[in-house]
């Protein structure tokens, strides 16, 4: 099984919400990322997680708040969104967050619109 | 800084014709890079991955080559198809042993 799965598809939030959004992968991969995508540009790193311990923070402001309960989930919790905030929110996994030896598996997105 | 250039956002080519897309990179030495195809809304989809020491990597119709004096990866579809139309991204370790940065991608357009 190669896949990446998130939860929910689509996300519509007012800015005093709070949510949560999911991912799973039953890979076995060590590795666990959250990016944030706007229309027409790169995804954007924001979180890693190593063997369930965050290990990158790309100074993402403080209502993001990631979570990983274990080795295959990985939750990134909103609170008191923007709405520069709406963006596609995607998930990934790797064997390693070591280099571009190992390739990335994306799960298909949470589109996020915050009002 | 550390940059990566995908040499046009947009790139239009007639069917059958092969499709070249070019990734540039400056002031850094990646071990790897590597390809991904992205369709609209959905998460990047990994096409080939190619060593510091390899010139060349294939898989059907994609070739990918790394020119490591020149600093760039170009990667081509030969035979290229409608369903070929999508977002092309290259993504490069910046420093040895940290997680893959990409560049801003080329939506490429096969027209019929």
């Known amino acids: 099984d190669t896949e990446v799965t998130q939860t929910p598809k689509h996300l519509v939030m007012g800015m005093t919400n709070k949510k949560s959004l999911k991912c799973e992968q039953h890979?076995?991969?060590?590795?666990m990322y959250w990016y944030k995508q706007k229309a027409k540009k790169p995804p954007e790193l924001m979180f890693v997680?190593?063997?369930?311990?965050?290990?990158i923070n790309e100074s993402v402001p403080s209502r993001f708040s990631p979570e990983c309960p274990n080795s295959s989930l990985l939750n990134l919790h909103l609170h008191a969104l923007q709405p520069e905030d709406s963006a596609l929110y995607l998930c990934a996994s790797s064997q390693s967050t070591s280099g571009g030896a190992y390739t990335q598996y994306f799960g298909p997105g949470t589109r996020l619109t915050v009002l | 800084s550390q940059k990566i250039e995908q040499n046009s956002e947009a790139l239009n080519i007639q069917e059958g014709k092969t499709a070249t897309l070019t990734c540039n990179y400056t002031?850094?030495?990646?071990?790897?890079l590597q390809w991904y195809r992205q369709d609209p809304g959905r998460g990047p989809v990994f096409l080939l991955l190619?060593?510091?020491?390899?010139k060349e990597k294939r898989k059907e119709r994609l070739k990918v080559t790394f020119d490591t004096t020149l600093k760039q990866s170009l990667f081509h579809i030969t035979a290229s198809q409608p369903a070929d139309s999508a977002t092309y991204l290259c993504a490069l370790d910046i420093k040895r042993n940290t997680p893959l940065v990409f560049g801003k991608g080329t939506r490429l357009s096969v027209i019929a």
């Open positions: 997680y190593s063997y369930e311990k965050l290990s």
């Open positions: 190619i060593r510091e020491n390899e």
């Open positions: 890979m076995g991969h060590r590795a």
């Open positions: 002031n850094y030495s990646p071990a790897y």
